[in-house]
């Protein structure tokens, strides 16, 4: 056969990926999470090569095979690169006007999140300055912040509201984290968090805080459609367990799926309610009690952790990661970006769980890609590189996924496509290009 007869029966692919010294599929997973050793398996394929036409991975195999059955329009080689699925970050509060960073210097020099809360600081702080802006200041604050989560390889996050604290202002929070999916080719998956803080007012009537949410913001934000999740701080001090289990209880019956912050900075019982109500995950678990996630595992609660969060904290205490995996629970790792833990970098997030809590690459890997997928309900769509998935890819300019944890702070990624798009080259660029859906 001919060159050219051979290239008329080749299929055509936009994109082609070929030569990859690894290619990272955590392949077989889209039903249910990687648990125990499984998220060890990254389902590795050297020589690796993937074909992308209309914004889906068409094929995914060896790259004599798949350029053999392929074309493409555009071919990137990743010769002595890896290439592995966009990251999904499950947990950030991406939406807030400010910054905190003369807070940080008190926290630096020994004030407690209590103290800063407490004084009207903290979330309460960011929650007036939130309440200030109009909301296409957050949604253009918000596009900044999507620009640098993809610079680092993150192409779908999960975003809470929760700087508003109250109906109207998380209405509009939750606005424009719609506008942001809509605008930013990352995916932003919506999630109502009114229960983030108590505000002032309330602050010696919690159950009418808690009332308020249940009767008006929960049946709000489900007749406007704009949060598919619904999260509660649950914490001492903040919301009780009777209180979280009355919010989500009501989320449920008006079909917003829960989520929890559990026992992040004390042993609080959070990890035992999570499996309770059936979240899909339970976040934070720092101080999480063995019988908490002895429940998670039976009840296949997701457990998202975020070193990033406690790092920022300046915290002693990591979760216990290592007990979580070998009890069977699901691990995924989120960045809990928000306004003050300005760590936009799932990479970091990555390092810091390998070394903080000894995650070897490979499990932290798991846990920011499908893991991260299955904590947001998009493991269908997202999470790893299989025929039939969006085509969020990333190129890291390294020859295997170890450097993943042993290079800090520094940005591997070179190459993101997001929905079928070549959208950052940095060999060619420094910025993002084709953000916007639409174009
Ligand atoms: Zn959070």
């Given at each position: 056969m001919s060159k050219a007869q051979r290239s008329r029966t080749r299929e055509s692919a936009d994109i082609l990926i070929v030569n990859a010294e690894e290619l990272l599929?955590?392949?077989?997973?889209s039903q249910s999470p990687h648990i125990g050793k499984e998220m060890?398996?990254?389902?590795i394929i050297r020589d690796g090569a993937l074909a992308i036409r209309a914004g889906k991975i068409v094929a995914v195999g060896k790259t004599h095979d798949i350029t053999k059955a392929f074309r493409g329009e555009y071919v990137l080689s990743a010769k002595g690169k890896t290439v592995l699925p966009g990251f999904v970050?499950?947990?950030?509060?991406?939406v807030f006007a400010g910054s905190r960073e003369d807070e940080f210097q008190m926290k630096v020099e020994g004030a407690t999140f209590a103290e800063l809360l407490d004084s009207g600081g903290s979330i309460l702080k960011t929650a007036k300055e939130t309440k200030n802006a109009r909301m296409e200041k957050l949604v253009d604050l918000g596009l900044e912040r999507l620009d640098t989560m993809l610079a680092h390889g993150t192409t779908t996050v999960e975003a809470k509201s929760?700087?508003?604290?109250t109906t109207d202002d998380e209405l509009k929070i939750l606005k424009a984290t719609k506008r942001l999916n809509q605008l930013h080719c990352v995916g932003v998956v919506s999630c109502y968090m009114g229960a983030h803080a108590i505000p002032l007012e309330y602050r010696n009537s919690v159950d009418e805080y808690v009332q308020l949410i249940v009767e008006e913001g929960i049946p709000r934000v489900t007749d406007a459609e704009l949060a598919e999740f619904c999260d509660v701080f649950c914490e001492r001090g903040i919301f009780n367990l009777e209180q979280t289990k009355r919010i989500l209880t009501a989320a449920k019956n008006l079909k917003l799926k829960p989520k929890m912050h559990a026992d992040?900075?004390?042993?609080?019982g959070g990890a035992e309610v999570a499996a309770a109500v059936g979240t899909v995950s339970a976040d934070?678990?720092?101080?999480?009690?063995s019988s908490g996630i002895k429940a998670m595992a039976e009840k296949g609660v997701s457990a998202v952790l975020l070193p990033a969060a406690t790092f920022s904290q300046m915290m002693d205490k990591y979760a216990d990661a290592r007990r979580m995996i070998d009890s069977g629970v699901a691990v995924a790792l989120a960045s809990g970006f928000n306004s003050s833990l300005c760590l936009p970098n799932q990479q970091l997030s990555i390092a810091m769980a390998c070394h903080f809590?000894?995650?070897i690459p490979a499990e932290a890997i798991t846990a920011a890609t499908i893991n991260a997928a299955h904590a947001v309900c998009r493991a269908g769509e997202v999470g790893s590189l299989e025929a039939?998935?969006?085509?969020?890819v990333v190129i890291l300019n390294?020859?295997?996924?170890?450097f993943l944890g042993y290079s800090?702070?520094?940005?591997?990624?070179e190459k993101v496509i997001c929905d079928g798009r070549l959208v950052l080259d940095r060999e060619k660029q420094d910025e993002p290009v084709f953000l916007n859906k639409n174009e």
């Open positions: 599929t955590l392949a077989g997973s060890r398996e990254l389902g970050d499950p947990h950030t509060h991406l929760g700087y508003g604290l992040f900075m004390c042993a609080f934070h678990l720092n101080y999480a009690s809590m000894r995650l039939g998935k969006q085509a969020d390294v020859p295997n996924h170890k800090v702070g520094v940005n591997l990624v």
